[in-house]
């Protein structure tokens, strides 16, 4: 996955790290035998966290698409498997606009790499699955814990993940490496003093996680989400849409004022359809400055559904208003939610494919939550509260106010900061618990808070 370096002054302070640590994390002690080895050694509890419910996403990703890239010099991320487009299934039915729409319920899941006969005593079916999914979603970053965590807690890791089972995904790359991941932020050309992007509009095959056969879907640039935009506010944006799909679309970026209200993006209002091989050009000046969205707004329950979602994030023009000055925030995510076509997923991908928030002790970190689906979804942060400062792209100032729990409406975007300052894995997740969990263990819309006692790079282990 690319990196990109920021034009703006205000954009470059809100660089973040997302894991650029010391190199020797990955060593001899940290192998798959010494994580086996530790399995043994006395100790219960720490990861129980983890294995409650879990999992979000950075730049996204160590560094992947969903929050800030890396700074320079960092390590390149690990580049994403490719969906098998030879495994490719037709879309679920588009759903109805009403809300008690069900969305496909939780990811088939893998055989259990534990015999029957080895099932601990008082334990089910439903125990091993539940495990085998956190398997799936840690990998061989469980090993690498050792060296982030100490001694003592590995121990306790390895015996709630059963590790003298030898299991093969000790050995396996994390399931959210596996799996193309959105939200990349691109970089635009700039013409006359004009911010111009140039997107395209596709059919893709999608992939929820790794195990699922693709999804017929939609994205900007063949990814979903589709690339982030940033730009500052005040900007002049030009954004080139080329529709490559056999059905009419249109773009409405979701939270702009603009000056011209036929470049508001929806058909047979402000514009015609563009039409299948039809190229469509809107100008606007980018204000007001926060999260934002694009999406499709033309057969929108099933487009957006399928994928046609991306951010749009506008940096305050004045410097000291960024995250960074005013705030002190070291990294930044961005989480979009949605519940159509593939089920209960964040950053178009369900548990355990979606991306884990990973930070260090002392970190500020933000996370801008935006909801693309028709449901409400109440967010939890486990072990922390979140200082919410932002709804709608609009400072909130003297009404900010800490909620562990925060409900995002459809079309809403909140923005959220987490001072972390206790080591451990936390889960995150929607707490409409149908969205997040069942007998198969844990689906959709969860992830984990990964807070390391000092920074650490975990990008060697995602190739």
């Known amino acids: ?274 039409a299948p091989g039809e190229t469509f050009t809107y100008e606007f000046t980018a204000t007001p400055h926060g999260s934002l969205m694009y999406h499709s707004h033309h057969n929108a329950t099933d487009q957006v559904g399928r994928g046609l979602l991306a951010a749009f994030i506008v940096d305050p023009k004045d410097p000291a208003e960024s995250y960074a000055k005013k705030y002190g925030v070291t990294q930044e995510y961005t989480w979009i939610s949605n519940d159509s076509v593939g089920g209960f997923t964040i950053n178009g991908h369900g548990f355990p494919a979606v991306v884990p928030i990973v930070a260090a002790k002392g970190e500020k970190v933000l996370v801008r939550f935006m909801n693309e689906g028709i449901m409400m979804h109440p967010w939890h942060l486990h072990g922390y509260r979140m200082r919410v400062v932002a709804r709608d792209g609009a400072r909130l100032g003297s009404a900010e106010f800490y909620a562990d729990t925060l409900g995002v409406n459809p079309g809403e975007r909140y923005d959220v900061i987490l001072d972390v300052d206790r080591p451990g894995v936390w889960a995150f997740h929607c707490h409409i618990l149908p969205h997040v969990e069942g007998t198969e263990g844990m689906f959709g819309m969860v992830s984990t808070l990964i807070v390391t006692p000092t920074k650490v790079n975990l990008t060697p282990l995602l190739t």
């Not at 990861?47 to 390149?76: D, I």
């Not at 088939?108 to 006969?117: E, G, I, L, Q």
């Not at 996680?209 to 030009?238: F, M, S």
Request: proline residues 9%; hydrophobic residues 40%; charged residues 15%.
């Open 1 to 274: 996955m690319d990196t990109v370096t920021p034009q703006d002054p205000q954009t470059t302070s809100q660089s973040v790290t997302h894991a650029g640590g010391p190199a020797g994390l990955v060593d001899a002690a940290v192998t798959r035998r010494g994580f086996l080895r530790g399995a043994a050694l006395a100790g219960t509890g720490l990861v129980a966290a983890t294995v409650a419910a879990c999992t979000p996403g950075a730049s996204q990703a160590w560094e992947f698409a969903t929050s800030r890239p890396l700074p320079s010099g960092s390590p390149a991320p690990a580049a994403s498997a490719a969906a098998s487009a030879s495994a490719a299934a037709s879309a679920a039915p588009s759903p109805s606009a009403g809300m008690n729409m069900s969305p496909t319920p939780a990811p088939s899941a893998a055989p259990s790499s534990s015999p029957v006969a080895n099932m601990p005593p008082g334990w089910s079916e439903h125990d091993i699955n539940a495990r085998q999914v956190v398997r799936r979603y840690l990998g061989k970053i469980a090993p690498a814990l050792k060296g982030v965590y100490g001694d003592a807690a590995f121990a306790k890791l390895a015996d709630i993940l059963g590790a003298g089972d030898n299991y093969p995904e000790l050995a396996a790359v994390p399931e959210f490496a596996q799996v193309t991941q959105g939200n990349k932020e691109i970089r635009p050309k700039i013409v006359n003093g004009v911010k111009v992007f140039e997107l395209t509009i596709d059919e893709i095959d999608h992939k929820i996680d790794a195990l699922k056969a693709p999804l017929k879907a939609l994205g900007y640039n063949k990814i979903w989400p589709g690339p982030q935009l940033r730009v500052t506010e005040g900007d002049k944006v030009r954004a080139i849409f080329t529709n490559n799909l056999k059905e009419t679309t249109g773009v409405h970026f979701h939270g702009v004022a603009f000056e011209d209200f036929f470049q508001d993006g929806v058909p047979f209002i402000t514009q015609k359809p563009i």
